[in-house]
């Protein structure tokens, strides 16, 4: 984090009849590129982002992060949410508030790792990076259902043994070719360690890939890099590190420690 934090700017934003309530950082003439943070499920919000938010302003980013409806400040039931409805959201204010002509950078918590996936497939190579944090990917059944209150199609779906293995969100992580980290915690009692597996797989397909590793970290990593703001300033350089050379240098030197995963051709 720098010394000085910088200035934190609220907005709301209106879709589909839902307020959404977000806060952006940065975004002077010099911004290299829009940081769009999307944080997990449950009780998760855009709170615990804002020390990140700030971060990659340090870096001379414009940063951004948003309450889905049903969390944070945003409107809505989070019961009457869902997979799609968070990826339109998440598009809706993209468009509003991220320039059209500059870099794009995604980062997604726990579910919202699927959202990120959503987003690449959406925006294609408009996204030069992205930044996984103990991500969740689900099967695409699952895309429509309302997340309900536990005991719907829904949850129905994801309790399914291995129906996350065909998830449409693996195949975008495969077709990217920009930069990509992944934030592994080292206990992590929500993601199967299966899942991660998978999502690096994808990941180190065609993307400039490196493996963040946080040993003393759980699933919550918007918490861990709220409280150690020394992992959340490693965080946002290995992200961006690179982007102008799209990124091969950190890849080749994570590559070099782990032959088994191919390089891209």
Request: proline share 5%; aromatic share 8%.
């Amino acid at each position: 984090m720098s010394e000085q934090p910088l200035s934190l700017t609220a907005f709301l934003h209106e879709h589909g009849g839902e307020r959404l309530s977000g806060v952006q950082a940065g975004g002077g003439p010099g911004a290299s590129a829009t940081v769009v943070l999307l944080h997990g499920a449950g009780d998760s919000s855009a709170a615990r982002l804002l020390p990140l938010v700030d971060e990659f302003a340090a870096h001379g980013c414009r940063s951004l992060a948003f309450d889905f409806s049903g969390h944070g400040e945003s409107s809505g039931e989070l019961r009457e949410s869902s997979l799609r409805r968070r990826f339109e959201q998440a598009v809706s204010v993209i468009d509003a508030f991220v320039p059209a002509d500059g870099a794009l950078v995604l980062v997604g918590f726990s579910m919202s790792g699927h959202t990120v996936a959503d987003l690449l497939a959406h925006y294609g190579g408009r996204v030069a990076a992205v930044g996984l944090c103990a991500p969740a990917v689900y099967a695409g059944e699952a895309w429509e259902e309302p997340f309900g209150a536990g005991d719907g199609r829904f949850s129905a779906v994801i309790r399914t043994a291995d129906s996350w293995r065909d998830s449409p969100a693996l195949s975008a992580l495969r077709d990217f070719e920009g930069r990509a980290v992944l934030a592994v915690p080292g206990t992590d009692a929500v993601i199967p360690a299966a899942v991660t597996e998978a999502v690096q797989d994808a990941l180190a397909t065609r993307a400039q890939y490196t493996r963040f590793e946080l040993p003393q970290a759980e699933h919550r990593l918007g918490l861990w890099f709220r409280d150690h703001p020394a992992d959340a300033k490693k965080f946002a350089a290995a992200l961006l590190t690179g982007l102008a050379e799209h990124g091969w240098t950190a890849t080749r030197s994570w590559l070099r420690t782990t032959p088994e995963v191919p390089v891209a051709r």
